[in-house]
């Protein structure tokens, strides 16, 4: 399952994080060039996947309401950062790009599937 989380929409993150034991959270940005590059890997794996994929989108500048606020919270520093989050706790997180295989096999080894 895929949810997509605006710059300004850091309740809906926060009430679906609170609603999933895990979810494989992708901190991303339009303005991003790498960021656009993996967001179909993300995709198609959140696709087939039975876990939770949200792509969050960050703002390019410094705004307290923004999702930008739960990215400085879990140390996020640059884009695109996926994370793995159980029971709200970040558990792992990767910088920069990954192909579908190693994000599959970088998921399973910590979750134990995918």
């Known amino acids: 399952m895929l949810e997509v989380v605006r710059e300004r929409e850091l ?3 926060e009430k679906l994080l609170s609603e999933h034991r895990v979810a494989v959270v992708l901190f991303t940005a339009e303005w991003c060039p790498p960021c656009r590059y993996f967001k179909p890997v993300f995709e198609t794996l959140a696709e087939k996947s039975g876990l939770l994929f949200i792509e969050v989108y960050v703002p390019a500048r410094f705004d307290k309401n923004s999702t930008v606020v739960k990215a400085l919270e879990w140390g996020v520093q640059a884009v695109p950062t ?9 558990r792992d997180m990767h910088v920069g790009y990954m192909d579908l295989a190693t994000l599959e096999n970088w998921i399973r080894g910590i979750v134990g599937r995918c």
Not at 82 to 90: E, P, R, Y
Request: proline share 0%.
């Open 11 to 13: 309740e809906k993150l």
């Open 82 to 90: 996926t994370l793995i989050v159980v029971n709200n706790t970040v």
